[in-house]
T-cell receptor
Framework: DVKVTQSSRYLVKRTGEKVFLECVQD?????MFWYRQDPGLGLRLIYF???????EKGDIPEGYSVSREKKERFSLILESASTNQTSMYLCASGVGQINTGELFFGEGSRLTVL | GENVEQHPSTLSVQEGDSAVIKCTYS??????FPWYKQELGKRPQLIIDIRSNVGEKKDQRIAVTLNKTAKHFSLHITETHPEDSAVYFC????????????FGKGTHLIIQP
């Protein structure tokens, strides 16, 4: 069974803290994605990666960075968390030609920045 | 980049009736259009997708139609059940491009018993 695991379901951080969100997939997928989900705004793409050490900016990359050192792991980094980054963060992975195959999502990480 | 508009934001139908959710996209180069369902507290899951070389696709009670000329696509659910209650997201992408999958804002479908 397909599995995308996000390391933390709930996090509470303070403004200015550095935050790491980890995502691991066990399906040997080439492509991995980070989205944030906010009420009324849907899912917005932050960053994606189609290979190890490769990354591409999505629609809202400002304030975020990513790391993909191994195929199965894709990390989202908030260098200095701000209150407007309070959100639900969803990791996803997929195969095939980039953006034309099914995405498998993790359970999500709900981040609150105080 | 791509822009996807989704309507309505909330849709309430009687159990057994049909539901239709509509999306429009802006980039004529988009060629892949998936629909995801997200139940309360759960992850989004793909329910059906369509590629630009077909106009309609059906899977049991769910169907998707695509009008490339008008740049819109729709999700049709017939004979709705209570378990169809969820948030539905449409999306579009150019496939092979660098822009990623762009989602609509979602439709909260409520099935009234």
């Amino acid at each position: 069974d397909v599995k995308v695991t996000q390391s933390s379901r709930y996090l509470v951080k303070r403004t200015g803290e550095k935050v790491f969100l980890e995502c691991v997939q066990d399906m040997d997928h080439e492509n991995m994605f980070w989205y944030r989900q906010d009420p009324g705004l849907g899912l917005r793409l932050i960053y994606f990666s189609y290979d190890v050490k490769m990354k591409e900016k999505g629609d809202i990359p400002e304030g975020y960075s990513v790391s993909r050192e191994k195929k199965e792991r894709f990390s989202l980094i908030l260098e200095s968390a701000s209150t407007n980054q309070t959100s639900m963060y969803l990791c996803a992975s997929g195969v095939g030609q980039i953006n034309t195959g099914e995405l498998f999502f993790g359970e999500g990480s709900r981040l609150t920045v105080l | 980049g791509e822009n996807v508009e989704q309507h309505p934001s909330t849709l309430s139908v009687q159990e057994g009736d049909s539901a239709v959710i509509k999306c429009t996209y802006s980039d004529s180069a988009s060629n892949y259009f998936p629909w995801y369902k997200q139940e309360l507290g759960k992850r989004p899951q793909l329910i059906i997708d369509i590629r630009s070389n077909v106009g309609e696709k059906k899977d049991q009670r769910i169907a998707v139609t695509l009008n490339k000329t008008a740049k819109h696509f729709s999700l049709h659910i017939t004979e709705t059940h209570p378990e169809d209650s969820a948030v539905y997201f449409c999306a579009a992408s150019m496939g092979g491009g660098a822009d990623g999958l762009t989602f609509g804002k979602g439709t909260h479908l409520i099935i009234q018993p």
